[in-house]
């Protein structure tokens, strides 16, 4: 099966283990981005997985390619221009100390991309799946106008699109992003968002939920859910529903609402997350809800899977979701001990 993704893959450095940017001397290299973590999930389990982005032609940007490469993601779409990779730096939280990620991306290539710089229609041709955030139409004009030709092109070719509204605020103001975000909306057919990303960018609020205590009013979230697939008229909303106790533990779980098997709506399993790195956790969930809602007949089974997937996920440095299909399926039916596997 094919799918496609599209947005930014950017160079992160981190702070090796849990230093400070203050104190660290140096920083641990490697590539991430929302739609480019997704790719590689997709491509860890098997499908013919296609990352479009904009490139410089220099080393660095060719660094990106190679890195996505060498999971088995398709590359061949990339268009090389431009003279910046964007970079964000990460330093990871503990405890009671918040992870905190800094970033360095204005005027990279895929910022400056043209109208009519990718053959959409080629992209497409027996494409299956098509997935973008709103971290892409965050970036600036030229990756709006672009991500709506990308859209036009996948529903011309019949695909399934998927968005994980993403909201940063670090990129643009709720305003801006409701007005950008909203018209989008008519393209996507499975729309993926978490507490604050339904109100930043489309203005639907799940009511008292309060999750830096870990408090979640469940019946709050499938409101929004039902706002949502109501209003846009989607076929499946998925919410994912973090518990933050502190940096280093999470309770982890989502719902789902759809025309299937969740058409009154249901809950996942949760789980009681100990995290090494949360930062692509979201982007994991997507790629696993996608490989669930293609290869799954139960909505349900497409859900567990995405969230088992996701768990594990936080529990591997960087941004890319490392597992297998075979991994994620023994987590999902209740293999989580975590005893060595001999």
């Known amino acids: 099966m094919k799918v496609v993704t599209f947005g930014e893959i950017m160079l992160r450095l981190s702070t090796p283990g849990y230093e400070r940017f203050y104190q ?52 061949q779409y990339i268009a090389r221009g431009g003279e910046r990779v964007g970079i964000y730096f990460l330093e990871t939280g503990a405890s009671q100390r918040p992870s905190k990620v800094v970033y360095d991306r204005s005027h990279s290539a895929i910022s400056e991309i043209s109208s009519g710089e990718i053959n959409w229609d080629e992209v497409f041709r027996n494409a299956k799946w098509f997935h973008w955030t709103g971290i892409t139409p965050a970036l600036g004009k030229n990756t709006q106008t672009v991500l709506k030709e990308a859209c036009v092109a996948a529903k011309k070719a019949g695909a399934t699109i998927s968005c994980d ?3 940063r605020k670090k990129l643009w103001t709720e305003k801006e992003a409701q007005s950008v975000m909203q018209p989008l909306m008519e393209y996507v057919d499975v729309c993926i968002a978490n507490e604050e990303d339904a109100e930043k960018s489309l203005g639907l ?29 989607f076929s499946s ?27 009154e709506g249901y809950r996942s399993k949760r789980y009681d997350v100990q995290i090494i790195d949360r930062v692509g956790g979201g982007d994991s969930f997507a790629g696993g809800l996608i490989y669930g809602l293609l290869t799954r007949q139960n909505t349900k089974d497409a859900l567990e899977f995405a969230v088992a997937a996701s768990c594990l996920k936080q529990t591997i440095p960087g941004d890319f979701n490392l597992v297998s299909v075979d991994e994620v399926e023994k987590l999902a039916k209740g293999s989580g001990s975590g005893r060595v596997e001999r």
């Open 24 to 75: 660290s001397k140096q920083f641990d290299i490697n590539f991430g981005g929302g739609e480019g973590n997704v790719a590689v999930s997709l491509a860890n389990y098997g499908l013919e997985s296609y990352f479009v982005t904009r490139l410089p032609k220099h080393e660095i940007g060719q660094s990106a390619v190679n890195f996505l490469r060498q999971y088995g993601v398709h590359t």
């Open 237 to 263: 909303v998925a919410i994912t529903l973090r518990e933050s106790f502190s940096a280093s533990r999470n309770g982890w779980s989502a719902l789902l609402l759809d025309d299937k098997d969740c058409k």
């Open 165 to 167: 509204l993403n909201f």
């Open 205 to 233: 609020k799940a009511g008292a939920s309060d999750v830096d205590k870990g408090d979640l009013q469940e019946e709050a979230y499938f409101n929004v859910a039902r706002q949502l697939k109501s209003q846009y008229k």
